[in-house]
């Protein structure tokens, strides 16, 4: 989104979307984890996340006292420790073997001026600086999976870094009711009533802004219109209402099951495919059950206990389910051969689906072998053409995008459809990168055709 320079932005793309991620269960229960610990746990995320450097970035917790804790200045963010945070009592004095980040000005204003905050963050992930610097904000309603996590974004105008005049802007822009601000040639900050929250809005909107980035090397990135994602929105709100079951047992097939996802739904998260707030797996168990990941819980921390089963559409007690779970029982009904399932936004895969530019496998055999055709469905795929959608994953199409909104990714099994998934991911990522040295050849009919044969794939 461009920037008026004679009035400081704000981008609210569908401002409703967003309660539905501030009425979801906390990611976390911290209620008996220390500010301390918590500070440490999200830096470290940020750090092996690849947002900020050893030195760059700074968080905070405002507690019930009144306490704000914050990282400290000039320590390694790669090696912090809960001895390393400070803390700020409300008359200023501080405790802890540091001195206060350099940035504290703008978390203290920030907590004046808009008292819903307990948490801020400040980092400097190089998509974002690169909007900082272009003095743009990411447009959040490309995808349709971002727009209802991180809210309102505005602009605070160019100041020296920990002046309390930057800090004024800050807050100011906080105070109009923005979840995060963008800084001029500097980073983003982002608030909200606890620390996972701020994190996954800033690691969300980070995301958006690699999208949008690799999307501009391709083609030019559609915009989804509001009455779309207000359709999608009320959709979202009924599609996990299910009759409840309480389980007689667990097999030893389903607690495999679940494990597996577990490590699956990681491993994604580590290598990017997933976000904290995004990504969702399921695997067939039997005749119309499943086992499928739950909405509202942080893809890095799950979980076993989180996930849900369903059998014959009806869900586990005390489970929420994924809100694509009818979609992934339609696909499970109508496809003997799949059992299981991958929903993703993996970011140089959601480049395409956000263009009008097609994806072509026939880029290296591997990527034609599993990927196949590939087609791209409608965003209404997702939510009131669901039986049409499900249809398409035959064995010539095992893997399929969905403008503005994801990643379908089928297969035998589960490793088999992240090994399609991580391909499909990888090579996208190449055929971007190719822009900037030549026109890409792709494999012509004559090869399509030995490897069929080579590799049995009528």
């Known amino acids: 989104m461009d920037v008026n320079p004679d009035e400081p932005p704000v981008c609210d793309p569908l401002e409703k979307c967003f309660t539905w991620i501030k009425k979801g269960r906390p990611m976390i229960n911290s209620d008996f984890l220390h500010p301390s610990d918590q500070l440490v746990m999200i830096m470290k995320r940020i750090y092996e996340y690849g947002m900020t450097t050893m030195s760059g970035g700074n968080l905070s917790i405002k507690d019930d006292n009144g306490d704000i804790w914050i990282t400290p200045a000039g320590i390694d963010k790669g090696g912090l420790t809960r001895n390393d945070i400070v803390r700020v009592k409300p008359d200023g004095t501080t405790e802890g073997r540091h001195k206060p980040s350099s940035e504290l000005p703008f978390h203290r204003l920030a907590y004046e001026k808009a008292p819903q905050l307990r948490a801020v963050l400040h980092a400097h992930p190089p998509a974002l600086v690169a909007f900082s610097m272009a003095r743009k904000i990411p447009d959040t309603s490309i995808l349709a999976s971002a727009c209802h996590i991180c809210g309102k974004t505005g602009m605070a105008r160019y100041d020296l870094p920990g002046s309390v005049r930057l800090g004024e802007k800050i807050a100011a822009m906080f105070e ?134 369903i059998d014959n559409g009806i869900r586990e007690a005390g489970r929420t389910p994924d809100d694509l779970a009818p979609l992934h029982a339609l696909i499970y009904e109508t496809q003997p051969h799949v059992n299981a399932i991958i929903t993703a936004c993996a970011p140089n895969l959601m480049a395409f689906a956000v263009t009008g530019v097609k994806f072509d496998s026939r880029v290296i055999p591997e990527s034609y072998i599993l990927l196949r055709n590939m087609p791209k469905l409608q965003f209404d795929a997702l939510f009131s053409r669901q039986e049409e959608a499900a249809k398409t994953f035959v064995k010539e199409n095992p893997v399929a995008l969905v403008e503005n909104g994801c990643v379908i990714a089928t297969g035998g099994s589960l490793i088999n459809a992240f090994d399609r998934l991580e391909v499909g991911e990888y090579s996208a990522k190449a055929i971007i990168a190719s822009r900037d040295v030549g026109d890409i050849a792709t494999i012509n009919d004559m090869q399509t055709a030995e490897i069929h044969e080579a590799f049995h794939l009528d």
């Open 176 to 309: 109009r009711g923005c979840d995060a601000v963008m800084l001029e040639n500097h980073g983003v900050v982002a608030g909200a009533e606890n620390i996972y929250k701020a994190f996954l809005l800033f690691e969300t909107l980070d995301f958006c802004a690699r999208v949008e980035i690799s999307a501009h090397r391709i083609g030019k990135p559609i915009i989804q219109k509001d009455e779309d994602l207000e359709r999608w929105r009320v959709w979202r709100q009924n599609a996990s209402v299910m009759q409840e079951f309480v389980p007689v047992y667990h097999s030893n097939e389903e607690k495999a099951a679940r494990r597996d996802i577990c490590d699956v739904v990681k491993r994604a998260y580590r290598q990017r495919l997933f976000t904290g707030s995004q990504g969702t797996v399921s695997q067939r168990l039997g005749a119309g059950s499943f086992v499928i990941t739950p909405a509202h819980v942080d893809r890095a921390y799950i979980a076993p206990e989180d996930l849900t089963r």
